[in-house]
């Protein structure tokens, strides 16, 4: 399974964007991006995922670097309910996700 | 509401004794999977079913067993052999490229 980086934890206030990144240098042409959020007890939830193009949801935007060997998951407006671990994961379809150790996302108020 | 549902959400056991934790899905995926997570880490996945009565072992399959004898429900049993069971459990489903995740429950051996 390709492998993903991400940093350990980050910091933010309510009300500014955050960027978070993922290295991602081993991806091949077929591996989607993925990003999951956990909040505290609670099973993974959906954020945003692409393949090569910029994607945007309600939730956030996606950019990818033209190489996609990385890419940047972008809250525009953080709220304290965004304070979560931010998995970047890589899959192409194939039969599981592989989670790493995700990026600790801690939201001032 | 679709979704999928994971009972208990809590579950204590005595050492030895096996325990089958059930996950329920009514969104018609065919895909459906258990995860363990240990403090402070990241899912490792236990076992996945790509469809009713076929199952595959995943990176931390010792000491657990499941069934797939329905397309919505996907039991995973903890078995006696499984020597630190303590956990948080979540089962997931997917369609699409899509995961769809339950509550978890979280099991605690005594």
């Known amino acids: 399974d390709a492998k993903t980086t991400q940093p350990n934890s980050m910091e933010s206030n309510e009300e500014e964007p955050v960027h978070l990144p993922c290295n991602h240098s081993t991806i091949s042409g077929t591996d989607y991006i993925h990003w999951y959020r956990q909040l505290p007890s609670q099973g993974p939830e959906y954020v945003i995922h692409g393949l090569t193009s910029n994607v945007n949801n309600r939730m956030a935007s996606l950019a990818i670097a033209e190489d996609r060997k990385s890419s940047t998951l972008i809250l525009h407006r953080a709220t304290l309910r965004d304070a979560a671990v931010y998995y970047c994961?890589?899959?192409?379809?194939?039969?599981?996700?592989?989670f790493g150790q995700g990026t600790r996302l801690t939201i001032n108020p | 509401d679709g979704g999928i549902t994971q009972s208990p959400k809590y579950l204590f056991r005595k050492e030895g004794q096996n325990v089958t934790l059930s996950c329920e899905q009514n969104l018609n995926h065919d895909a459906m999977y258990w995860y363990r997570q240990d403090p402070g880490q990241g899912l490792r996945l236990i076992y996945y079913?790509?469809?009713?009565?076929?199952?595959q072992k995943g990176d931390i399959a010792e000491g657990y067993s499941v069934s797939r004898e329905k397309k919505e429900s996907f039991p995973l049993t903890v078995t006696s052999a499984q020597k630190n069971p303590t956990a948080f459990y979540l089962c997931?489903?997917?369609?699409?490229?899509?995961?769809?995740f339950g509550p978890g429950t979280r099991l605690t051996v005594l």
């Open positions: 994961i890589l899959n192409w379809g194939a039969q599981k996700l592989v």
């Open positions: 997931a489903s997917s369609i699409a490229g899509r995961w769809f």
């Open positions: 079913s790509q469809i009713v009565n076929d199952f």
